[in-house]
């Protein structure tokens, strides 16, 4: 997640490994230390992911579908490219 790659890029800053250069670091979730940190992170839309955990359990409660464990469930997404991963600042 966007945290552990955040803790990524500061132990490489520390170790003096340049990033973007030598090393490119990217994280899921587009928190809002993500730009701050000028970290490429995938865009996860968490509210759609809530609901439909919400919506799978409920129909597991239900007995609507006996198992769930062959769904698949595909949701947008979208990067955000930043300076972690070697774009130029503009």
């Known amino acids: 997640n966007d945290g552990i790659a955040i803790g990524v890029l500061r132990a490489l800053r520390e170790a003096g ?3 973007p250069g030598e090393a ?3 994280g899921w979730g587009d928190s809002r230390f ?3 940190a000028e970290l ?3 865009n996860v839309p968490m509210s759609d992911i809530g609901r439909q955990a919400a919506v799978l359990l409920y129909n597991q409660i239900n007995a609507k579908k ?3 464990a062959g769904n698949c469930i595909v949701l947008d997404t979208s990067l955000s490219v930043r300076r972690s991963s070697g774009k130029a600042l503009v």
């Open 66 to 68: 006996a198992n769930v």
């Open 34 to 36: 993500a730009g701050f």
């Open 17 to 19: 490994v340049p990033t």
């Open 24 to 26: 490119a670091v990217g």
């Open 40 to 42: 490429t992170t995938v």
